[in-house]
T-cell receptor, first 114, second 114 residues
Framework: KAGVTQTPRYLIKTRGQQVTLSCSPISGHRSVSWYQQTPGQGLQFLFEYFSETQRNKGNFPGRFSGRQFSNSRSEMNVSTLELGDSALYLC?????????????FGDGTRLSIL | QQQVKQSPQSLIVQKGGISIINCAYENTAFDYFPWYQQFPGKGPALLIAIRPDVSEKKEGRFTISFNKSAKQFSLHIMDSQPGDSATYFCAASTGGTNAGKSTFGDGTTLTVKP
């Protein structure tokens, strides 16, 4: 079974631009969560999608948004990029995201803001 | 407010030794506690997980000890090997429909010297 796939692996943007990151979960997994990983803040939860609906949301500004498609693939969008948005963005999937299910992570998209 | 505190930040162990990483949590609603291992350039990978109704769980050289009354849990790596050198994260989630929202510790960088 293929793992969680994130594209692109690397992105370089400038301040004020917007960016879209993509995540394909493990086949059959319907819950997709997004995390931001930085050296200073560690792994911070952004949001979780299930059945095309945002089910949980972390404490990030509205510039961070996402969506999920009917095939469970998910995209994350960041608008008006700031220098502080430079981070590794990780996507994780689980079968339903309900109960005690482990999350399976992709290798992330490294976003650098110049 | 950090809900999961992890220590130490870094750890150096000789090959064959025991590595111990500790985590403490505040939210008593947490009911699932996984540990993840992350290598450079890769996403976190699930190592082992435990529920609070179990005091210890062992998988190969990895053991989780859980103390519900103290709200603490720890990872023990027996017979540590250079290949175990990585960053380790503890995490917690509340289950139910919030299972896709994990709270992570800040991570411990483990170096196993040959």
């Amino acid at each position: 079974k293929a793992g969680v796939t994130q594209t692109p692996r690397y992105l370089i943007k400038t301040r004020g631009q917007q960016v879209t990151l993509s995540c394909s979960p493990i086949s059959g997994h319907r819950s997709v969560s997004w995390y931001q990983q930085t050296p200073g803040q560690g792994l911070q939860f952004l949001f979780e999608y299930f059945s095309e609906t945002q089910r949980n949301k972390g404490n990030f500004p509205g510039r961070f948004s996402g969506r999920q498609f009917s095939n469970s693939r998910s995209e994350m969008n960041v608008s008006t990029l700031e220098l502080g948005d430079s981070a590794l963005y990780l996507c994780a999937s689980s079968p339903t995201g309900v109960g005690n299910q482990p999350q399976h992570f992709g290798d992330g998209t490294r976003l650098s803001i110049l | 407010q950090q809900q999961v505190k992890q220590s130490p930040q870094s750890l150096i162990v000789q090959k064959g030794g025991i590595s111990i990483i500790n985590c403490a949590y505040e939210n008593t609603a947490f009911d699932y506690f996984p540990w993840y291992q992350q290598f450079p350039g890769k996403g976190p990978a699930l190592l082992i997980a435990i529920r609070p109704d179990v005091s210890e769980k062992k998988e190969g050289r990895f053991t989780i000890s859980f103390n519900k009354s103290a709200k603490q849990f720890s990872l023990h790596i027996m017979d540590s090997q250079p290949g175990d050198s990585a960053t380790y994260f503890c995490a917690a989630s509340t289950g139910g429909t919030n299972a896709g929202k994990s709270t992570f510790g800040d991570g411990t960088t483990l170096t196993v010297k040959p």
